[in-house]
């Protein structure tokens, strides 16, 4: 499928012009490293100073900045106008009205649809639209082909997939640095989430959204379906398979003993946020990180989520049940995401059919689980599990 881009400056009183651009095959998350878990030196006690003065960075404890869960909409803030066909047949049917109203109100929006409803045995794509419009000096400097990622999560197996919302085969102009534009600029595109996020192509109910470094559009709700003739009695046999209890293995591994001092844990720890009121996620983030051949991204975590019953623990396991959390990283430089997805324990009682609400903690070194160390650059982390999404906290890595 061709991802479609095209845009329309205000400042140059022309149509644009429209221009298809190919796609290479989607990228796969990068790859996860094997996991070592190692002490944790956050627990051993510091040696008092032997002078007056400020520890130096390789000694100095890391600042948290603690980042909370907040409800992302689901509706868009502009209603694009297309019913379900529209996505395939003609996406970009109402985007002309729309981006000149933007323009001539000088709106800055990003804004995303998708249908409410795809067959999976009569479609063989699965489009996102976005449009954009702001400022062009803006638009300039933070180009969507370079910092876009699309997140979907699927509910039924609280499974979150993300990329890179558009991968070309061209080579990419630089990012514009020059003296500040004027005027207000648009563009749009056309993505299919089934090959950028290698979905599989089978009965769910995803939430879509688009980052932009520390910007996240509202979300779309869409239900995969078979299509046709509804048959209740596979209806019936879907959800009781959806209960049946499919294990998972913590992930990563803790140490043997977890007792919260090592790395990684999921026990409480003295950096770890409180766990929230309602149902959400808490980060821990360290704000500034200095790179080094040790170097360390310790996140620590708390969270209030709901079970789901094919989530349960045996019974001979030490926890009642596990909660995947994902982690998604882009980078204010190098875009392309660290996708990180944590299977997560809870100590607390569950009700036997699942939909109980449980707590606990998790700490990671995050350069553990990946090498995050390419450059000097700022993540922005996000975590997502089912409806919750918690973030931008972001981290910064720096050279001494």
């Given at each position: 499928m061709l991802t479609l881009l095209h845009t329309r400056s205000r400042q140059v009183i022309v149509?644009?012009?429209?221009?298809?651009l190919s796609l290479s095959a989607c990228a796969p998350a990068r790859d996860q490293?094997?996991?070592?878990?190692?002490?944790?030196?956050?627990?051993?006690?510091?040696?008092?100073?032997?002078?007056?003065?400020?520890?130096?960075?390789?000694?100095?404890?890391?600042?948290?900045?603690?980042?909370?869960?907040?409800?992302?909409?689901?509706?868009?803030?502009?209603?694009?106008?297309?019913?379900?066909?529209?996505?395939?047949?003609?996406?970009?049917?109402?985007?002309?009205?729309?981006?000149?109203?933007?323009?001539d109100d000088e709106a800055s929006v990003l804004v995303i649809g998708?249908?409410?409803?795809?067959?999976?045995?009569?479609?063989?794509?699965l489009?996102?639209?976005?449009l954009r419009v702001g400022q062009q000096d803006a638009m300039a400097r933070l180009p969507f082909r370079r910092t876009a990622l699309v997140v979907a999560v699927e509910l039924t197996t609280n499974t979150t997939y993300a990329n890179l919302a558009v991968i070309e085969d061209i080579v990419e102009p630089p990012v514009y640095d020059g003296p500040p534009l004027e005027g207000?600029?648009?563009?749009?595109?056309?993505i299919d989430l089934r090959k950028q996020l290698e979905l599989p192509w089978a009965r769910g109910d995803l939430l879509?959204?688009?980052?932009?470094?520390?910007?996240?559009?509202?979300?779309?709700?869409?239900?995969l379906r078979k299509g046709g003739y509804e048959d209740p009695a596979v209806a019936e046999y879907l959800a009781q398979a959806d209960g049946e209890p499919k294990p998972a293995q913590i992930w990563p591994a803790p140490l043997a003993k977890d007792d919260g001092r090592g790395?990684?844990?999921?026990?409480?720890?003295?950096?770890?946020?409180?766990?929230?009121?309602?149902?959400?996620?808490?980060?821990a983030v360290p704000r500034v990180v200095p790179r080094s051949q040790h170097m360390r991204a310790v996140v620590r975590g708390s969270f209030r989520l709901p079970s789901l019953a094919r989530h349960r623990a045996p019974a001979d396991a030490d926890h009642t049940v596990t909660v995947p959390i994902t982690l998604v990283l882009t980078g204010s430089d190098i875009a392309a995401p660290f996708v990180f997805?944590?299977?997560?324990?809870?100590?607390?009682?569950?009700?036997?059919?699942?939909?109980?609400e449980v707590t606990g903690y998790f700490s990671v070194d995050l350069q553990q689980l990946g090498n995050l160390d390419a450059i000097d650059q700022t993540y922005f982390i996000y975590a997502f599990s089912g409806e919750v999404v918690t973030g931008p906290a972001p981290m910064a890595l720096v050279t001494r």
């Open positions: 149509a644009g012009l429209a221009c298809a490293t094997d996991q070592v878990a190692q002490a944790d030196p956050a627990s051993a006690k510091q040696q008092a100073p032997k002078t007056a003065q400020p520890p130096s960075p390789a000694t100095a404890q890391p600042e948290y900045a603690i980042t909370t869960s907040k409800t992302m909409p689901e509706q868009a803030p502009l209603d694009l106008g297309l019913s379900d066909a529209d996505y395939w047949d003609d996406p970009f049917k109402t985007r002309l009205e729309l981006e000149n109203q933007l323009l998708a249908p409410k409803l795809a067959s999976f045995q009569q479609r063989e794509t489009p996102l639209v976005v207000m600029s648009g563009e749009a595109w056309l879509v959204s688009v980052i932009m470094r520390d910007t996240m559009t509202h979300r779309v709700r869409v239900g790395l990684p844990t999921y026990r409480e720890h003295a950096d770890s946020p409180a766990i929230p009121a309602q149902a959400g996620i808490s980060l997805p944590l299977v997560v324990p809870s100590y607390d009682a569950v009700k036997p059919d699942g939909g109980s």
